[in-house]
């Protein structure tokens, strides 16, 4: 079965600061991933997706992502944080026979930048 | 486009007591879910359908059932409601079932008490 663990369920960074969320998953064949950002009380919304492409995916609001097989690890990095990127960041992971057509979700880690 | 629409946004309901969550999308997308989001849990698949007609169970079935009579329609439904149904709901889409992003709908809120 496929999973993803995310490290750390809280970040705490200061504004400016580079951000770096890990997430690890875990498949045994060749997965599609993604991060999703949830704001306060709102649904997810999707950053950016590896669908074997590139290894290294641009996202929106300068986020992005690189794939590393030998690692099974896909980090979510920002150079500079913005106040506006207080969310809850999600890693997700899809593809092959039982993963078909479904994501799995990690357990999520809440990002707070600090003024 | 309203994109995935959710209704009711919060609800209390009473142990025992059925409800059906509404779930609606404009997109054409064949692929549709419901996962329920608890504190520190991520987000767990309840059901899922690949299009009219065909439901399938995800992790958590238990105590939900689902119907997909058309396209645009998912509804979730809660036969005798317990606490540890007490979650925040999301239903989603997404036109390619493996490689495209799901769209999410702003999700439910139910409290059984």
């Known amino acids: 079965a496929q999973s993803v663990t995310q490290l750390g369920s809280h970040v705490s960074v200061s504004e400016g600061a580079l951000v770096l969320l890990r997430c690890n998953y875990s498949s045994s064949v060749p997965p599609y991933l993604f991060w999703y950002v949830q704001y306060p009380n709102q649904g997810l919304q999707l950053l950016l997706k590896?669908?074997?492409?590139?290894?290294l995916v641009k996202g929106i609001n300068g986020f992005e992502a690189e794939f590393k097989k030998s690692e099974t690890s896909f980090h979510l990095t920002k150079p500079s944080a913005h106040m506006s990127d207080a969310a809850e960041y999600f890693c997700a992971v899809s593809g092959g026979i039982q993963g078909a057509q479904k994501l799995v979700f990690g357990q999520g880690t809440r990002l707070t930048i600090n003024p | 486009n309203a994109g995935v629409t959710q209704t009711p946004k919060f609800r209390i309901l009473k142990i025992g007591q059925s409800m059906t969550l509404q779930c609606t999308q404009d997109m054409n997308h064949n692929y549709m879910y419901w996962y329920r989001q608890d504190p520190g849990m991520g987000l767990k698949l309840i059901y899922y359908?690949?299009?009219?007609?065909?439901?399938d169970k995800g992790e958590v079935p238990n105590g939900y059932n689902v119907s997909r009579s058309t396209t645009e329609d998912f509804p979730l439904r809660l036969e005798l409601a317990a606490p540890s149904q007490t979650s925040v709901y999301f239903c989603?889409?997404?036109?390619?079932?493996?490689?495209?992003?799901?769209?999410f709908g702003s999700g439910t809120r139910l409290t059984v008490v």
């Open positions: 590896y669908t074997s492409a590139a290894t």
């Open positions: 359908s690949v299009g009219a007609g065909i439901t």
């Open positions: 989603a889409s997404t036109l390619d079932g493996e490689q495209g992003g799901y769209t």
